[in-house]
């Protein structure tokens, strides 16, 4: 079976430091990878996926097959991005989620 | 907008009732889904249906069932509600194939007492 770990529970840092969400799958294919965010008091919702290969408020994901992980990163942390984050994993037809990072970014 | 909807934002009730919690999509999406989220376990698979009248357990089944007997509407069944069933419940819907990702409700927060 597929697995994902976010091996980081909460993950704390100044506004305008740069952050960066860890996310390691478990898949010998090629699986499809997605990041999700939940803002608090908000419905989750996705933020990007790894084919897309685009960036979503700022932040970008990576997958690198090699280390088996999808990273998600962003050079300057705003207030605004504190909010939980689950990275997801598609071997089938449906997605197998991570624990969640909640992110907090300080002033 | 794409939605989908949870009938209740919070529920709270006795140990042993019969608990239903409802969920309809508007976006005809073949796939339905049920998670619970905790703390520090993240979004557990109760239960998903790739169409009417189709279910397959998840991750975690046992204490619940589903029903599908509409395209639209996937309802998440606590036979005998437990303490340790209090959670946050999601529901997910999505296209065939996962290419699109999961769109999903805004939750039902359910209490056992």
């Known amino acids: 079976a597929q697995r994902v770990t976010q091996p980081e529970k909460l993950l704390s840092v100044f506004k305008g430091a740069p952050v960066e969400l860890k996310c390691n799958y478990s898949y010998s294919g090629s699986p499809e990878l997605f990041w999700y965010v939940q803002y608090s008091r908000q419905r989750l919702q996705l933020l990007l996926r790894?084919?897309s290969r685009e960036s979503i408020k700022g932040f970008t994901a990576d997958l690198n097959k090699g280390e088996t992980s999808f990273h998600l990163k962003k050079p300057f942390a705003q207030e605004e991005d504190s909010a939980m984050y689950y990275c997801a994993s598609n071997a089938g037809n449906m997605l197998t989620f991570g624990g969640g990072t909640r992110l907090m970014v300080k002033p | 907008d794409v939605k989908v909807t949870q009938s209740s934002r919070y529920l709270v009730k006795r140990t042993g009732e019969k608990v239903f919690l409802e969920c309809v999509q508007d976006m005809d999406h073949e796939n339905m889904f049920w998670y619970r989220q905790d703390p520090g376990l993240g979004l557990r698979l109760i239960y998903f249906?790739?169409?009417?009248?189709?279910?397959e357990k998840g991750d975690i089944p046992e204490g619940y069932s589903v029903s599908r007997e509409k395209k639209e509407r996937f309802s998440l069944i606590l036979e005998s509600a437990s303490t340790n069933q209090t959670s946050m419940y999601l529901c997910?819907?999505?296209?065939?194939?996962?290419?699109?990702?999961?769109?999903f409700g805004s939750g039902t927060r359910l209490t056992v007492v």
């Open positions: 249906s790739y169409d009417v009248k189709m279910k």
């Open positions: 997910a819907s999505s296209l065939a194939g996962t290419r699109t990702g999961y769109t």
């Open positions: 790894h084919i």
